[in-house]
C-alpha cells in the first residue's frame, strides 16, 4: 500500500459505535489510525483498567500499512458507563467487537490483545466463522495465576485523586512495575490518557464499578474459567504470537510453554525483564510484533 498523509498522521481519529447491552445501548469509543479506506485492518485492544491510547507507538508505527484500530472497551477511555456493571465481562466485550467490525466492514482483522483485550481477541477468534485471522496474545492464557487476580484487585476500582499529571505517573508507575523499564517522558505519554479531570486535579479514566464482577472471582470460578479459555484457545486455528514477560505473575512459563503444544501452537517469545505486561513501546517489542504480522 502506498503511504498517504493520513496514513502517516501521528495523530488519531476519535469515533464511536453504538452497542448493545442488557439495559439498553452503550456507545464504544474507538481511536482510528491510518487510511480509513484500507482494508487491511489491526484491531489493538488494552487490558482491564487501560485504554485504547495505550498502543500509539504501536498504531503510529504501523499505521502506514494498516488500518489501526484502538477501542476504549466500555467503561474506559471515552466510552460510556454501563448501567449495570454485572456486564463488564468478556461475552459483552466480544459481541461489542462484532459490532465494531461490522461498522468497520472488515472481512478479516490482524488482532492484537494485551492482558483483557487478549482473552477478548482469543475469545473471538475460537469462533465459528472468526473474522481474526492473525492473532497476538500479550502476556494473557487460559490460566490467570491467582496471586495476579489478588494483586489487580488490591487497587482496581480504589477511589483515587491526583493533584497533578506527575503525581499520577507515580503512582501509576507504583503499581506498574511489571510493564518493564520505560524512560519518564514514556511513562509520561502512557499516564495522559489514563486521567480525567477531577476539580483541580485528576482521576482514573474509567467506572469504578469494573471492580464489581472482578471481585466475585472465586478460586472455583478462576478454575471454571480456565477450562473454558483452554477450551476456547484450542478452537483458535490462526497463526498465534504469544509474548509473555519472564517475570510475569499473570501468565506462568508452564501455561505459556502448553499454549506452544496445543491448539493453534502459539509462537512463544518471552521478553527479559519485563512482567506483566509488555506496552508494546519499546522498538524491539514493536519490531517482534511487525515481524509476526507481516508474515505471509
Not at 474507538?30 to 498502543?55: I, M, T
Not at 466463522?129 to 496474545?137: C, I, K, Q
Amino acid at each position: 500500500m502506498t503511504d498517504t498523509p493520513q496514513a502517516n498522521t501521528t495523530t488519531p481519529r476519535l469515533r464511536q459505535v453504538q452497542c448493545a447491552d442488557a439495559r439498553g445501548l452503550h456507545r464504544m469509543a474507538y481511536w482510528e489510525w491510518g487510511d480509513a479506506a484500507n482494508p487491511k485492518v489491526l484491531v489493538c485492544v488494552h487490558g482491564l483498567s487501560r485504554q485504547g491510547r495505550d498502543f500509539d507507538t504501536l498504531a503510529r508505527a504501523l499505521c502506514g500499512e494498516y488500518r489501526v484500530v484502538c477501542p476504549d472497551v466500555v467503561g474506559r477511555g471515552h466510552s460510556d458507563w454501563l448501567a449495570d456493571p454485572m456486564g463488564y465481562g468478556i461475552p459483552a466485550y466480544v459481541a461489542d467487537m462484532v459490532t465494531l467490525l461490522a461498522r468497520l466492514d472488515a472481512q478479516t482483522v490482524h488482532w492484537v490483545g494485551t492482558s483483557m483485550g487478549g482473552l477478548i481477541g482469543l475469545s473471538l477468534a475460537s469462533l465459528p466463522g472468526t473474522p481474526v485471522s492473525r492473532l497476538v496474545l500479550n502476556d494473557v492464557g487460559p490460566v490467570i495465576e491467582w496471586a495476579s487476580l489478588q494483586r489487580i484487585g488490591s487497587y482496581l476500582g480504589q477511589p483515587v485523586h491526583w493533584a497533578s499529571e506527575d503525581a499520577a505517573a507515580d503512582a501509576l508507575w507504583a503499581i506498574s512495575q511489571g510493564f518493564g523499564p520505560h524512560t519518564r517522558e514514556q511513562w509520561l505519554a502512557l499516564t495522559r490518557p489514563q486521567l480525567r479531570p477531577d476539580g483541580a486535579g485528576f482521576k482514573p479514566h474509567y467506572d469504578p464499578a469494573i471492580a464489581v464482577p472482578f471481585r466475585l472471582i472465586t478460586p472455583d470460578l478462576a478454575r471454571a474459567g480456565e477450562a473454558a479459555l483452554w477450551a476456547a484457545y484450542d478452537r483458535v486455528a490462526c497463526p498465534t504470537l504469544l509474548i509473555r514477560g519472564a517475570d510475569s505473575d499473570l501468565l506462568s512459563a508452564t501455561t505459556a510453554q502448553a499454549m506452544t503444544e496445543r491448539g493453534p501452537r502459539a509462537r512463544l517469545l518471552q521478553l527479559a525483564g519485563v512482567g506483566h505486561a509488555p506496552t508494546l513501546v519499546q522498538a524491539d517489542q514493536v519490531q517482534a510484533v511487525r515481524e509476526f504480522l507481516r508474515q505471509p
